[in-house]
């Protein structure tokens, strides 16, 4: 592949390397150039563009991708269309993602120009989720290049998903003086929420004494009708002959394990009742947040296999820290048999309103200036923004940046500059997610041109956002038809940092890899202001 500037008489066939503008003529970045373009180039009085050539033996990006990511898809593993030279591959079902690490990196030792990126080993992975991405990073690679990759796979994929298993569980906690029964409601709700998962539930909960011969004989009698149990000690495992390791000798049981190099985590005790597995849970379970106990639950529900091998080799990335793209489960206030509708916690749902467009139709006048009930629109898009409750409102602006920012005087925004606005929406939604705080949960993105959208209704949006957990893509629709504002989860923040072109999120709302909850708004779902009869049906007036 040649690149490089390439002369416009000689472009047919070529691929465009960077986006091409002259006048009402707009050709994008990866546009392969036909003979019509040349002519229109030429007619615009561009003479020079910046392209990639192809030569023979070739294969153009998006072919080389998919030749990769073919050998990829393992079990339960589904392989999307490619697309800007990138295949994502996305589980079928929920379940622990597997990979052979030493494969992967040998493919990604053959050229720097084909990449394979996955998650990490053993992560927990919900139904349509991506799981690993083969992107090609020129416009063309050589085709020998793409077999030397093919080469290093072996006759089975590295990748695939263990499904999960839903299991019918028995939760035992034993109780002792001082230890409050807020405290056991809680465990019960947090542990079933774990459990949602897979699909799981709980059929039987226990409250026992904290001793050996209770935790016994009760460990006897619900295993007849489990096929997992849960037993949360009222004080923590301090040594293998402590009470849950005692209790499961007592009842005939195998004790595997005392211990585990994961922290939070390290007091987990692993064992085996009339071949039911039987987990002892680390204090630190009683809590939402992630640790070794989430490992070990998720492996035995996917069916896999946990040795004293497999637990030494936890150490390595065993300390750890909440994961944000792995949505762990939250606090739930209803009991754990109910629906989870209440919201949660410490979620920060941050606004970026999307003001750079260039008003194209507008002929020459920008239409975020325009007036309704005296008040530039930019200006009302954002006051109630403002008015939702979203935690910050970032506002990315590109033409006329200084008139737009003129119009936001004395609003608590914040303003940022994206110098490549001509480029397409997805660099402005770019733009103002590197400008958001550290502490992001969510992104509330407004587009600036929807008068009609109210504060209300962002914080409806919000609200349903936050009640679900911070984990889905919240939708604004008009009579059940797609529509604007919509809210993105953190968990999808990496995909969009991939985006190219004008068409903003929605390839990643429709991908299938997160759930989508739709907001009826109506009309205000729908309603912007491309033209100047647009504008003034929804009662604005340009400036003069």
């Keep these: 592949m040649k690149f490089g500037p390439v002369p416009v008489r000689n472009a047919e ?22 003979a019509g373009d040349v002519g229109a180039l030429e007619r615009a009085g561009v003479t020079t563009v910046v392209a990639a050539t192809l030569e023979a033996g070739d294969l153009n990006e998006n072919d080389a991708a998919a030749r990769v990511a073919e050998g990829l898809g393992g079990r339960n593993i589904e392989i999307r269309d490619a697309g800007t030279g990138r295949v994502n591959l996305h589980a079928k079902t929920a379940g622990v993602f597997i990979v052979d690490k030493a494969v992967v990196d040998a493919m990604n030792s053959v050229d720097p120009a084909v990449t394979v990126a996955t998650l990490a080993p053993f992560a927990t992975v919900r139904q349509g989720q991506m799981i690993a991405t083969v992107k090609i990073i020129p416009f063309a690679v050589p085709l020998a290049d793409v077999q030397a990759v093919r080469a290093e796979l072996s006759e089975t994929s590295p990748l695939e998903v263990a499904a999960f ?82 209790g499961i000798r007592t009842a005939r049981g195998v004790v595997k394990r005392v211990g585990m190099p994961v922290d939070p ?15 002892g849970a680390p204090g630190c379970s009683r809590s939402p947040k992630e640790n070794g106990f989430d490992w070990v639950l998720d492996r035995i529900l996917a069916g896999l296999e946990i040795t004293d091998r497999v637990f030494s080799g936890m150490g390595v990335g065993g300390l750890l820290g909440e994961i944000a793209t792995r949505p762990a489960p939250r606090e739930r206030t209803q009991p754990f048999g109910e629906k989870r509708e209440a919201g949660f916690k410490g979620l ?52 006329q940046a200084d008139l737009i920012t003129a119009a936001l005087v004395g609003l608590p925004v914040k303003a940022v500059l994206n110098p490549a606005y001509a480029e397409g929406m997805a660099t402005s939604l770019q733009t103002g997610l590197a400008a958001l705080p550290s502490d992001v949960s969510g992104v509330l993105v407004v587009l600036g041109d929807m008068p009609e959208v109210g504060a209300e209704d962002l914080a409806r949006m919000k609200k349903t956002f936050e009640a679900r957990g911070g984990t889905v893509i919240v939708r604004a629709t008009n009579d ?9 989860p953190r968990a999808c923040f990496a995909e969009i940092a991939a985006l190219h072109g004008d068409t903003g999120a929605r390839a990643i709302i429709e991908s299938g890899a997160f759930e989508v909850v739709d907001i009826e708004l109506g009309q205000a779902a729908s309603v912007d202001v491309d033209t100047p009869a647009a504008l003034q049906a929804a009662g604005g007036i340009l400036p003069g």
């Design 265 to 279: 985590g390290n007091l987990l005790v692993l064992g085996e009742l009339e071949g039911k597995p039987v987990i």
């Design 13 to 34: 066939g070529v691929v465009l390397a960077h986006a091409v503008s002259a006048g009402s003529l707009r050709f994008k970045k990866a546009h392969h150039l036909t």
């Design 480 to 488: 059940g038809k797609r529509g604007n504002p919509v809210i993105l």
């Design 165 to 246: 298993r839903s299991a019918r569980v028995a939760l035992i906690q034993t109780e002792r003086a001082g230890l409050k029964a807020s405290v056991l409601d809680k465990t019960a709700g947090v542990t079933q929420a774990r459990l949602d998962r897979s699909g799981s539930r709980i059929i039987r909960e226990e409250r026992i004494a904290h001793n050996a011969g209770a935790l016994a004989q009760t460990l006897r009698a619900v295993a007849e009708e489990c096929e997992l149990i849960l037993v949360f000690g009222a004080s923590a495992v301090s040594d293998a002959h402590d009470v849950i390791p005692a």
């Design 348 to 399: 920060k749902v941050h606004a970026i309103v999307l003001a750079a467009g260039r008003s194209s139709r507008m002929g020459g006048k920008n239409k975020l200036l325009a007036k309704f009930g005296g008040e530039p629109l930019i200006r009302r898009v954002v006051s109630r923004v403002l008015e939702s409750g979203a935690a910050t409102a970032t506002v990315v602006s590109g033409h």
